[in-house]
């Protein structure tokens, strides 16, 4: 039998990707409804009718069919596998166009106004569905967070109007359907832009002398501040007087600004991205003028005598004394003083100096600082250090005043001692005590000093602050020596040493027979000592005495007894004759002259004319010749005899 004839529905496809109006088919899905479910039959698909008849060229692959036009006709064979007998039909195909929504809608951008810094903002997702819609009706928006969930049709966001973003950015993808059921996938981008930063800044306060309230205010001067490293190309920074215009941005203050509205008065700020057009005003400083401290530079130098340290230049400044000047009549109680030694600590208020301080340099410059107790506002002010050196001069440790015997002043070139500062009349004024009293009338550089005992002079110095520098010294009497000399070596000693001792009120020096004098030994009971060695030749010898600072002198004589080593008898009026001089004044003294064996040549006596160096009448011949004496040692009054030898030389 011949298979029924079945007109089936027309078979409709969306589009794909490319709206051309062509895309594949699968027209095995019509087999069902041409075969009736019928197992005997076999359905086959032909582009013209006459291929359907005759059974040619049959469309090779009906499952995976690319359509050439749209609407199309195509044409069906449906044949019976048992009788082969086939009946024909048509099958129309159609493809549906897909929605044609903006492909490229602009994505939603939020500020993050809600808990700032979260990144995370509640988006209206429908805000772009006129301009996704692009002009086209009747279709159906579902908004997704993947481009799958979309193109299933799955996950649809709940509630799109009122959408938390999940991340910053977020892709929204969105399936737009037409009444064919047709869909196209669009998406945008949520973002959220972070607000400007903000810091609490300090407030502006400016001093102003005597002011009445008013100040006109650089507000712009605390733009650099608020933004705190935001380019300012990019951060707009506006001021305002209330909080609703600094939220709306509206009314924005010019500067210079006066603050109208009170002392202090609150600005407000709005802080502004000029890129993302995001704003901040959450940000607010007082503005406050305050009375401006006066600062009085002192008339005259900080100046202190250099009494410690030896004219070192660095004293102890009390810098406290300052204060009363340098207020110039403002209160303590409202104003408060204080010292530095640089400009730049002064301004930042660091490293003030103690009141009692101690000067680096002389003279050295530090700056007072008066700063008003009430606020910030101070003023500077330069204070010179300066240390004034106290006069410089030494007197001697002491001078000498020569008494006579009965105390009286002597009168000489030293005496009375003149003490002399070495300064200039002139330049110094001179205040001179004895004992600790005042010299009334002695005013000058130098005092006569009539008087042994303790004297001091203060000296102040007329072109300063008169610092004074004072000396003491000390006048001490001093009276003629009275000499007492001894020879403390017996006759005809090897070495001779006299032994001189002074007696008196001062210090003294020895010499004798007009030799150079040498300082004597003070013995510390009123007694100087010197001894004399190798006193030659025998004989008599002067021994003086004398005051070093010229107020007298003592002579003794005293006498060196030893024998001659050799005599010339050659007439010529020198040595002719020998003899031992000394014992002269010892009539029992006796003197024998002998040749080297022991004969007798001559006996003679020290008060003699001595020997010639004859033997009855015969001169003898140069050579030593011995001799013994008898005599009393003058030091004890013992009788000794001496022996030695002489020369003769002719």
């Given at each position: 039998?011949?298979?029924?004839?079945?007109?089936?529905?027309?078979?409709?496809?969306?589009?794909?990707?490319?709206?051309?109006?062509?895309?594949?088919?699968?027209?095995?899905?019509?087999?069902?409804?041409?075969?009736?479910?019928?197992?005997?039959?076999?359905?086959?698909?032909?582009?013209?009718?006459?291929?359907?008849?005759?059974?040619?060229?049959?469309?090779?692959?009906?499952?995976?069919?690319?359509?050439?036009?749209?609407?199309?006709?195509?044409?069906?064979?449906?044949?019976?596998?048992?009788?082969?007998?086939?009946?024909?039909?048509?099958?129309?195909?159609?493809?549906?166009?897909?929605?044609?929504?903006?492909?490229?809608?602009?994505?939603?951008?939020?500020?993050?106004?809600?808990?700032?810094?979260?990144?995370?903002?509640?988006?209206?997702?429908?805000?772009?569905?006129?301009?996704?819609?692009?002009?086209?009706?009747?279709?159906?928006?579902?908004?997704?967070?993947?481009?799958?969930?979309?193109?299933?049709?799955?996950?649809?966001?709940?509630?799109?109007?009122?959408?938390?973003?999940?991340?910053?950015?977020?892709?929204?993808?969105?399936?737009?359907?037409?009444?064919?059921?047709?869909?196209?996938?669009?998406?945008?981008?949520?973002?959220?832009?972070?607000?400007?930063?903000?810091?609490?800044?300090?407030?502006?306060?400016?001093?102003?002398?005597?002011?009445?309230?008013?100040?006109?205010?650089?507000?712009?001067?605390?733009?650099?501040?608020?933004?705190?490293?935001?380019?300012?190309?990019?951060?707009?920074?506006?001021?305002?007087?209330?909080?609703?215009?600094?939220?709306?941005?509206?009314?924005?203050?010019?500067?210079?600004?006066?603050?109208?509205?009170?002392?202090?008065?609150?600005?407000?700020?709005?802080?502004?991205?000029?890129?993302?057009?995001?704003?901040?005003?959450?940000?607010?400083?007082?503005?406050?003028?305050?009375?401006?401290?006066?600062?009085?530079?002192?008339?005259?130098?900080?100046?202190?005598?250099?009494?410690?340290?030896?004219?070192?230049?660095?004293?102890?400044?009390?810098?406290?004394?300052?204060?009363?000047?340098?207020?110039?009549?403002?209160?303590?109680?409202?104003?408060?003083?204080?010292?530095?030694?640089?400009?730049?600590?002064?301004?930042?208020?660091?490293?003030?100096?103690?009141?009692?301080?101690?000067?680096?340099?002389?003279?050295?410059?530090?700056?007072?600082?008066?700063?008003?107790?009430?606020?910030?506002?101070?003023?500077?002010?330069?204070?010179?250090?300066?240390?004034?050196?106290?006069?410089?001069?030494?007197?001697?440790?002491?001078?000498?005043?020569?008494?006579?015997?009965?105390?009286?002043?002597?009168?000489?070139?030293?005496?009375?001692?003149?003490?002399?500062?070495?300064?200039?009349?002139?330049?110094?004024?001179?205040?001179?005590?004895?004992?600790?009293?005042?010299?009334?009338?002695?005013?000058?550089?130098?005092?006569?000093?009539?008087?042994?005992?303790?004297?001091?002079?203060?000296?102040?110095?007329?072109?300063?602050?008169?610092?004074?520098?004072?000396?003491?010294?000390?006048?001490?009497?001093?009276?003629?020596?009275?000499?007492?000399?001894?020879?403390?070596?017996?006759?005809?000693?090897?070495?001779?040493?006299?032994?001189?001792?002074?007696?008196?009120?001062?210090?003294?020096?020895?010499?004798?027979?007009?030799?150079?004098?040498?300082?004597?030994?003070?013995?510390?009971?009123?007694?100087?000592?010197?001894?004399?060695?190798?006193?030659?030749?025998?004989?008599?010898?002067?021994?003086?005495?004398?005051?070093?600072?010229?107020?007298?002198?003592?002579?003794?004589?005293?006498?060196?007894?030893?024998?001659?080593?050799?005599?010339?008898?050659?007439?010529?009026?020198?040595?002719?004759?020998?003899?031992?001089?000394?014992?002269?004044?010892?009539?029992?003294?006796?003197?024998?002259?002998?040749?080297?064996?022991?004969?007798?040549?001559?006996?003679i006596s020290p008060s003699g004319n001595g020997w010639n160096g004859t033997f009855n009448g015969t001169p003898l011949p140069s050579t030593d010749y011995w001799f013994t004496v008898t005599y009393i040692e003058p030091r004890d009054g013992t009788q000794k005899n001496f022996r030695s030898h002489f020369t003769l030389k002719r």
């Amino acid at each position: 039998s011949i298979p029924p004839v079945v007109v089936p529905a027309p078979l409709q496809l969306c589009d794909d990707s490319v709206a051309d109006g062509i895309t594949v088919f699968d027209l095995t899905v019509k087999d069902g409804a041409l075969t009736g479910g019928n197992a005997d039959y076999i359905v086959t698909y032909y582009e013209t009718m006459l291929d359907a008849v005759n059974d040619t060229s049959p469309i090779p692959d009906p499952s995976n069919y690319n359509s050439n036009a749209n609407p199309q006709t195509l044409y069906v064979r449906v044949t019976d596998t048992v009788t082969s007998c086939f009946s024909t039909t048509t099958l129309e195909i159609e493809v549906l166009a897909n929605p044609l929504p903006e492909t490229d809608p602009d994505d939603i951008v939020l500020c993050d106004d809600v808990n700032t810094g979260d990144n995370v903002e509640v988006f209206d997702l429908t805000v772009n569905e006129v301009q996704i819609l692009n002009g086209q009706a009747v279709n159906i928006l579902t908004y997704h967070n993947s481009f799958n969930d979309a193109e299933q049709n799955i996950g649809a966001i709940a509630t799109p109007s009122n959408y938390t973003n999940a991340s910053n950015p977020e892709t929204i993808f969105v399936r737009v359907v037409n009444p064919q059921g047709c869909f196209t996938v669009v998406d945008f981008d949520l973002l959220v832009n972070p607000l400007p930063e903000v810091i609490a800044v300090p407030d502006l306060i400016e001093c102003e002398l005597n002011t009445d309230g008013l100040f006109d205010f650089d507000l712009e001067s605390k733009t650099n501040e608020l933004l705190n490293g935001q380019s300012p190309a990019i951060f707009g920074v506006t001021y305002h007087v209330s909080q609703i215009d600094a939220d709306n941005n509206a009314n924005p203050l010019v500067s210079p600004y006066t603050n109208v509205l009170g002392n202090p008065q609150t600005i407000y700020v709005s802080i502004t991205n000029t890129t993302t057009g995001c704003s901040i005003s959450t940000v607010e400083f007082n503005i406050e003028v305050r009375d401006q401290p006066t600062a009085t530079a002192p008339a005259n130098d900080y100046v202190i005598c250099d009494y410690f340290g030896d004219n070192d230049g660095v004293a102890e400044f009390d810098l406290s004394t300052q204060d009363a000047e340098i207020l110039n009549g403002q209160l303590p109680a409202d104003f408060t003083v204080t010292y530095f030694a640089g400009q730049m600590d002064a301004i930042d208020g660091v490293n003030a100096l103690m009141n009692i301080y101690e000067n680096t340099s002389n003279p050295q410059v530090i700056y007072a600082r008066v700063d008003n107790n009430s606020g910030i506002c101070y003023e500077l002010v330069e204070v010179t250090l300066r240390v004034q050196p106290i006069p410089v001069f030494s007197l001697n440790e002491n001078y000498v005043i020569c008494l006579d015997g009965d105390g009286n002043v002597i009168v000489n070139g030293n005496s009375p001692p003149v003490i002399d500062t070495g300064l200039s009349d002139a330049d110094f004024t001179f205040e001179w005590s004895y004992e600790g009293t005042v010299l009334p009338g002695e005013s000058l550089s130098t005092l006569t000093a009539n008087q042994a005992g303790n004297y001091s002079v203060a000296v102040a110095d007329i072109s300063g602050l008169g610092c004074i520098g004072d000396a003491s010294t000390v006048v001490l009497p001093s009276t003629a020596p009275i000499v007492e000399a001894e020879v403390t070596t017996d006759a005809f000693a090897d070495n001779h040493i006299v032994e001189v001792t002074a007696t008196g009120n001062g210090e003294y020096e020895f010499s004798i027979d007009g030799g150079p004098w040498e300082l004597g030994t003070d013995n510390g009971n009123g007694t100087y000592s010197y001894t004399f060695t190798n006193v030659n030749p025998p004989g008599e010898h002067l021994v003086t005495a004398r005051d070093r600072q010229g107020c007298g002198e003592d002579s003794e004589t005293v006498f060196v007894f030893d024998y001659p080593l050799f005599f010339t008898p050659n007439s010529d009026g020198y040595n002719d004759t020998w003899n031992i001089i000394d014992f002269s004044g010892q009539p029992s003294a006796k003197i024998f002259i002998y040749d080297r064996y022991g004969k007798l040549l001559k006996q003679i006596s020290p008060s003699g004319n001595g020997w010639n160096g004859t033997f009855n009448g015969t001169p003898l011949p140069s050579t030593d010749y011995w001799f013994t004496v008898t005599y009393i040692e003058p030091r004890d009054g013992t009788q000794k005899n001496f022996r030695s030898h002489f020369t003769l030389k002719r």
